[in-house]
């Protein structure tokens, strides 16, 4: 079957770096997204990774290892309003997402 | 901005009534739209795959005489909870995929909570 591993949740301090892991196997690979959901909203897009290696966008980076089946997203200078679900989804060989639970992730000042 | 909007934002009605929500991509043609039901402290649940012009792709367990889609033309897609129950009480998102290859991210509308009394 297909799966995705999140942690169910984090706690981290305002100011600080976070990384919240994602392992998966599935049915082919076609990409790996990272969305963040905050509370009653719907999910909006982090970033993408298709091939090995480190993605950087501000604050945010995005990390992968095909061969592991391993990604990361790290948050640094963590902000009170980075307060949110972060979720993994893969693309598997059918262009179907696979969504992984979500991790929650809560910052304290 | 948005790309994709989602009508309306909630919506409460009495069991036994149905409820139409809609779903558009605004500066583009999506062929390919998504459903998806969110109870609350879960994650997104796949509810059925909108194609434009042919009929939906339901995932198992997701009644489609319950949850009729419609996806009439390239920017429009509905979802119709038909005999609404309390336990269809829950977050309702679609998302459009620009294209289906490459790093085309899914884009979501704002989602629509339904509660059903």
Redesign the interface.
Known sequence: GQNIDQPTEMTATEGAIVQINCTYQTSGFNGLFWYQQHAGEAPTFLSYNVLDGLEEKGRFSSFLSRSKGYSYLLLKELQMKDSASYLCAVRDSNYQLIWGAGTKLIIKP | GAVVS?HPSWVICKSGTSVKIECRSLDFQATTM?WYRQFPK???M?MATSNEGSKATYEQGVEKDKFLINHASLTLSTLTVTSAHPEDSS?Y?CSALRT??G?S???????T?LTVT
């Open positions: 989602q998504f879960q994650s997104l796949l977050f998102i289906l290859m790093n991210p899914l884009h979501f509308g704002n989602g909570r």
